[in-house]
């Protein structure tokens, strides 16, 4: 099992697996918050395909064979685990080979043949909850991959349509999808979006990317999602909500500082 309930779960890594470069510089200072803060248990997340974006236009990153490539290099060289989404469920099979953790994307949480496909692998299962369903709603989806015999299972929380082109986030829902049995995980990152208020692609508001991470830990989130790049604005992906690189280490100590984990 990968999770730890000793542990704060953490799950970071650029949006896209722009390159090596960027992923490998992620993949160093990931390595070192872990030797800094042994409470800390991270995953290594990047997706080989953006495949939700609003525009045709928009980049998607490296395709599945050279992010795949890229995701074992950072397994071989840094010993992380290693995470990325899958969008259907032919993919599920080639990209456990590799990862560690299968993430089904929030649009698609409710396509049972691409979460039976993620439960068959055996590998760790993270959902995310889409932006349109009630918290309760994820009782479903998890019992869906429990039936198809899941090996592990995660539920990330990422924030709820409120109007047009803004999310909310639901702090009871951490306390209803933890009902489910399994760990809450709070997507930071994608909470602060702004759906489409970016001209053809996502905005954000990084104001809120704190209080939103502390109040979810206190509302009993068991880990965090976080997308981090060493340059946010030159990101082919949300650009606008991913944290700095450089910032990452003060911002896991200004959420944890007073946190029992730290103990």
Not at 44 to 58: C, E, I, P, T, V
Request: with cysteine; glycine share 6%; proline share 5%.
């Amino acid at each position: 099992m990968l999770y730890k309930e000793e542990k704060l779960l953490l799950i970071a890594g650029p949006c896209a697996l722009e390159s090596k470069k960027i992923a490998f510089e992620v993949a160093e200072k990931l390595v070192e918050l872990q030797e800094r803060y042994p409470f800390l248990n991270i995953v290594f997340k990047g997706s080989y395909d953006k495949a939700n974006r609003l525009s045709l236009s928009s980049e998607r990153g490296p395709g599945v064979t050279e992010g795949l490539k890229i995701l074992a290099e950072i397994k071989k060289s840094y010993h992380l685990p290693v995470l990325t989404d899958i969008h259907h469920p032919e993919q599920a099979e080639i990209a456990a080979e590799v990862c560690d953790v299968l993430q089904i994307p929030a649009f698609l949480c409710r396509q049972t043949d691409l979460l039976v496909a993620a439960a068959k692998t055996k590998r760790t299962v993270n959902v995310k909850k889409g932006q349109f369903l009630a918290p309760q709603d994820m009782a479903f989806v998890m019992e869906k991959l429990a039936q198809s015999h899941a090996k592990e299972m995660w539920q990330t929380e990422r924030g709820t349509t409120f109007g047009y082109q803004n999310l909310v986030v639901d702090m009871r829902s951490f306390t209803i999808m933890k009902a489910n049995g399994y760990p809450v995980i709070f997507d930071a990152t994608h909470s602060i979006q702004l759906p489409g208020a970016g001209g053809g692609k996502s905005s954000g508001d990084r104001r809120f990317l704190l209080p939103l991470a502390k109040a979810a830990l206190a509302a009993g989130a068991d880990g965090l999602f976080l997308e981090t790049h060493p340059c946010p604005a030159e990101a082919i992906s949300d650009a606008n909500s991913q944290l700095s690189l450089a910032e990452l280490e003060a911002f896991i100590g200004n959420c944890l500082s007073s946190g029992k984990r730290l103990l």
